[in-house]
């Protein structure tokens, strides 16, 4: 090879390399360059694009923004909505003035992002976070931006991105979603906050409310489930003199998460991108059921989800239309029983409602420095003062919150505290009416005291009588066993989660089992299950969550390794016995009792050998083998371990219910306590204990 072709070789394979580190390293494009159609920006860690597109069956081409590495293009972000081209003559410049324009035709303004600052050297630019903004070339601090996609958004809302009001210059940041997925012009329906005395997240179809979140009252917004407590994301929602807004933002950055609003199902949906099936899976859904519909029960109706009808009268209060009370009169609401009078205010009263959606109302005032006892009077006072609370109730509450006027879109929060930041509020009434409805109560509540010790007497004489008879426990027989495929089989595991998620957080008194096992949980005749055998319960205050005591009593093979060797019981030595029980159900086998022929290892031991092999499939019961969810069946294993780790690495039962029903990523278990069949010894003998097929309970001092 001659010199004059060595130097012509060396001159190509520059240009190819300079031409290919220009094409794909590119996340903005400056004053002098252009983005035209074939062309994209890529940010720079490679999760999103900028470029043209045309959705759907749809011709037309858009300008958008779309996640870079999730094939099927998922677009969250579109400039040139109302206005698209129809043809390929697109072209995103920064024009003379500084102002970000898209053209058509390359005369004709198909979209523009005009700035109130005067630009001098901008570029623009693709962000990591999804966000396209105009900017400085040495300026890198978002507040000082010229413009930014993120304070425009479309139907999508990303991590990062504020939802809500600049009020300095009157910026509302709103979704609004496709018309269709042909069409990305605003659809009906559109999701932001709504200003007012008591701001909160707003749901409409075109100007009507169609779903409201409750105001925030410090911990979350009072009707939302899935926000309090998730492992995907956490939110913040900033209320000042300057801003109004929510924002969100992941806690494992590996994770994918947006919220989108569809117009087709009139929802806003969270969703999850799930890497191994390649598709997005809808985490959290509004709304959720019947009872998020605004307003579905009228003035002091209360939407109870498992009531017939599911709208109720609040206390005192007596259907509007009780002759014609269906679905097409619900609206009408209801109105009170006793009328009240402003001129006597000894006959005066407020009757406390608890755990409710915070109530919309034609006007309501706020104070927040004003304490529960001064709200009250203020609100005695005023004679069209309907209702008060507290603002704000973390910390145990502080602040004032009054309605004036009649209470409408109400709902009651589910006993299995689905909704945790749903608070109390105290509703005017005469006093004579507080006190009927006081003493009511007292006698409800010592009838419901006596059939449930009744109740509990009879059961455990039933039971012992059958054990007598035939020793059995739930899943000791096989024929029955085998009935029992995956979908009975999770609803039962369900029904555990949640009866133990009731005991632990949502019933008054906190309530540790402290003997959890599969024969102690009884079946009905639909197959739901129901913890039984409270005769090893303890109950502790609402801010504790463990004791200790000096008598361990319990049954081997199901007690958490503190529990057995210290003494020490908790909440959490009650999710050790459900991933026992978890594990059990999977498996159709017993852990007390069974032992692997080849290797002497007890079931978790086992269960723990198979997983770390990965081979956790072989421990599936053979008569699910064949149910081809597989998947489904390895996450409850998956959970039962995270169950079985060490005291301070179980979650609670709360993570666990929400961990059944999603498809978020788990985390790796930790070593598991495996002295879950062993006894030990540092025990006494003395010590009373149990096999798996009866309980001995040893009473002692409260």
């Given at each position: 090879m001659d010199i004059f072709a060595f130097v012509l070789l060396l001159l190509s394979s520059s240009l190819l390399l300079f031409f290919f580190v220009l094409s794909d390293a590119a996340?903005?494009?400056?004053?002098?360059?252009s983005l035209t159609e074939g062309m994209t920006l890529v940010s720079r860690d490679g999760s999103f694009a900028l470029g043209f597109f045309s959705p759907g069956n749809s011709g037309n081409r858009y300008l958008g923004i779309w996640y870079n590495n999730i094939?099927?293009?998922?677009?969250?972000?579109?400039?040139?909505?109302?206005?698209?081209?129809?043809?390929?003559?697109?072209?995103?410049?920064?024009?003379?003035?500084?102002?970000?324009?898209?053209?058509?035709?390359?005369?004709?303004?198909?979209?523009?992002?005009?700035?109130?600052?005067?630009?001098?050297n901008p570029i623009v630019q693709l962000l990591d976070s999804g966000n396209l903004v105009l900017r400085e070339e040495k300026e890198e601090n978002p507040e000082k931006y010229l413009w930014q996609s993120f304070d425009y958004p479309s139907d999508t809302w990303l991590p990062g991105m504020k939802l809500g009001w600049d009020l300095k210059i009157g910026l509302e940041r709103r979704l609004s979603a496709w018309k269709s997925p042909d069409d990305p012009s605003p659809g009906e329906l559109s999701w932001g906050v709504e200003l007012h005395n008591r701001p909160e997240i707003v749901l409409k179809k075109g100007t009507k409310?169609?779903?409201?979140?409750?105001?925030?009252?410090?911990?979350?917004?009072?009707?939302?489930?899935?926000?309090d407590d998730n492992q995907v994301y956490t939110y913040d929602f900033v209320i000042n003199s300057d801003e109004v807004y929510l924002i969100f933002h992941l806690i494992k950055k590996s994770v994918i998460s947006r919220a989108v609003l569809n117009e087709n199902t009139s929802s806003y949906e969270r969703c999850i991108w799930v890497e191994a099936d390649k598709k997005w899976t809808t985490y959290i859904s509004s709304p959720k059921d019947k009872c998020d519909t605004y307003n579905l029960c009228g003035p002091y109706g209360n939407c109870i989800i498992g009531k017939l009808p599911i709208c109720q009268c609040v206390e005192g209060f007596k259907h509007k239309s009780p002759d014609t009370w269906n679905p097409d009169e619900w609206s009408k609401g209801c109105v009170r029983i006793t009328q009240l009078s402003c001129e006597d205010k000894d006959k005066i009263g407020f009757a406390k409602f608890v755990g409710l959606k915070m109530p919309d109302t034609t006007y309501s005032w706020v104070n927040g420095s004003m304490n529960l006892n001064e709200c009250r009077v203020r609100c005695l006072n005023n004679c069209s003062c309907t209702a008060y609370a507290n603002s704000d109730i973390k910390n145990g509450g502080s602040g004032c919150a009054m309605w004036f006027g009649d209470l409408i879109d109400i709902r009651q929060a589910a006993a299995s505290g689905q909704y945790p930041s749903m608070q109390d509020i105290y509703i005017r009434m005469p006093a004579s009416e507080q006190v009927n409805q006081k003493e009511e109560k007292d006698k409800h509540k010592t009838?419901?005291?006596?059939?449930?010790?009744?109740?509990?007497?009879?059961?455990?004489?039933?039971?012992?009588?059958?054990?007598?008879?035939?020793?059995?426990?739930?899943?000791?027989?096989?024929?029955?066993?085998?009935?029992?495929g995956w979908s009975m089989r999770f609803n039962i595991i369900h029904g555990i989660a949640r009866g133990l998620l009731y005991?632990?957080?949502?019933?008054?008194?906190?309530?540790?089992?402290?003997?959890?096992?599969?024969?102690?949980?009884?079946l009905d005749n639909k197959m739901i299950p129901k913890i039984s055998d409270f005769g090893m319960a303890?109950?502790?205050?609402?801010?504790?969550?463990?004791?200790?005591?000096?008598?361990?009593?319990?049954?081997?093979?199901?007690?958490?390794?503190?529990?057995?060797?210290?003494?020490?019981?908790?909440?959490?030595?009650?999710?050790?016995?459900?991933?026992?029980?978890?594990?059990?159900?999977?498996?159709?086998?017993?852990?007390?009792?069974?032992?692997?022929p080849d290797h002497n290892l007890n079931l978790v031991e086992h269960a723990w050998k198979l997983w770390k092999e990965g081979r956790p499939l072989e421990l599936i019961d053979t008569c699910l083998e064949d149910?081809?969810?597989?998947?489904?069946?390895?996450?409850?294993?998956?959970?039962?371990?995270?169950?079985?780790?060490?005291?301070?690495?179980?979650?609670?039962?709360?993570?666990?219910?929400?961990?059944?029903?999603?498809?978020?990523?788990?985390?790796?278990?930790?070593?598991?306590?495996?002295?879950?069949?062993?006894?030990?010894?540092?025990?006494?003998?003395?010590?009373?204990?149990?096999?798996n097929e009866i309980t001995i309970t040893v009473l002692e001092a409260r």
């Open positions: 996340d903005g494009i400056a004053k002098s360059e094939p099927g293009r998922t677009v969250v972000w579109v400039a040139n909505r109302l206005n698209p081209i129809n043809d390929s003559s697109g072209m995103l410049m920064v024009n003379s003035s500084g102002s970000l324009v898209l053209l058509s035709q390359n005369t004709t303004v198909a979209w523009s992002a005009n700035s109130t600052k005067k630009a001098w409310k169609f779903l409201r979140t409750g105001p925030w009252n410090g911990l979350g917004f009072s009707g939302v489930p899935g926000l009838k419901l005291i006596v059939i449930v010790v009744v109740s509990i007497a009879v059961v455990f004489g039933v039971l012992l009588i059958l054990y007598c008879i035939s020793k059995r426990s739930n899943f000791r027989d096989q024929t029955r066993a085998k009935v029992l005991l632990h957080e949502d019933s008054r008194l906190r309530i540790i089992h402290r003997d959890l096992k599969a024969s102690n949980v009884l303890r109950s502790v205050g609402g801010d504790q969550t463990e004791g200790n005591t000096r008598r361990v009593v319990g049954t081997y093979g199901y007690m958490a390794p503190e529990y057995a060797i210290n003494g020490i019981f908790s909440v959490k030595s009650d999710v050790f016995s459900f991933g026992i029980s978890l594990l059990e159900i999977i498996s159709g086998k017993k852990n007390r009792g069974w032992s692997h149910s081809g969810i597989q998947s489904k069946i390895k996450r409850c294993l998956h959970i039962s371990f995270l169950c079985l780790q060490h005291h301070d690495d179980r979650p609670n039962m709360s993570s666990v219910v929400m961990l059944l029903h999603s498809e978020a990523p788990l985390p790796e278990p930790k070593e598991v306590g495996f002295f879950v069949g062993k006894k030990s010894p540092s025990l006494s003998k003395n010590q009373p204990s149990s096999v």
